[in-house]
Structures are given as structure tokens and as C-alpha cells.
Nanobody, 121 residues
């Protein structure tokens, strides 16, 4: 089994910064695409940022220019640097990854437990 563990969430004031980390552990043959999603109460879960194995990135329009996604393949970790945070960024942030566990299996999708980010005005 593969486990994704997020960390780095917390309470910050508007304009502040946070850096989220997501580490994958378990039986892993390869990690393909990785991304961050967020979900606020009563709202749909939305894609925030994604990065593939070639380090091509994609961002939601609402965070473009403020957030940066990156990955460290040696550590099986993806990061989300969040700058100039706004109250509307408040949500539970979830790590997501497409992972091939062994040579004999196809790609599976995994979710982390989520980490709370709260931005006060």
C-alpha cells in the first residue's frame, strides 16, 4: 500500500506564506503526476496545482502567480509554496498522486488525508 502524508498547514494572516509538503511512502515503482487539490466547506473539491514527471506544471487561475508546485523525486515528495495568501484560500488541501507500485501493475490514484489551511483577514 501507498500512503500520502501532508504537512505544513496552519493559520496565517492574509498576505502571509505557507509551504505544504506531501511525502509518499510504501511500495513505489514510479510516481507519475502529482498535484494539490483543496476543498472548502460546502464547495466542490478543485485542482490547485499539478506537476508531471517531466516537471510540467499547471495552476488554477485563482492561484497562478502566487503558488508554486515542485517535486523532489529522491524524497518522493511534492511541495506547494503558497505566497500572498488570501482568506478565500482557506480550505483543506489534499495531496494527490498517480503511482505505479510494481513493474507488473498499472497506475493507481492516491489521496492524502488533507491538511487545513486557514487565512485570516
Amino acid at each position: 500500500q501507498v500512503q500520502l502524508v501532508e504537512s505544513g498547514g496552519g493559520l496565517v494572516q492574509a498576505g502571509g506564506s505557507l509551504r505544504l509538503s506531501c511525502a509518499a511512502s510504501g511500495i513505489i515503482f514510479s510516481i507519475n503526476a502529482m498535484g494539490w487539490y483543496r476543498q472548502a466547506p460546502g464547495k466542490q473539491r478543485e485542482l490547485v496545482a499539478a506537476i508531471n514527471s517531466g516537471r510540467t506544471t499547471n495552476y488554477a487561475d485563482s492561484v497562478k502567480g502566487r503558488f508554486t508546485i515542485s517535486r523532489d523525486n529522491a524524497k518522493n515528495t511534492v511541495y506547494l509554496q503558497m505566497n500572498s495568501l488570501k482568506p478565500e484560500d482557506t480550505a483543506v488541501y489534499y495531496c494527490n498522486a498517480d503511482i505505479t507500485e510494481t513493474y507488473f501493475t498499472h497506475e493507481y490514484n492516491y489521496w492524502g488525508q488533507g491538511t487545513q489551511v486557514t487565512v485570516s483577514s
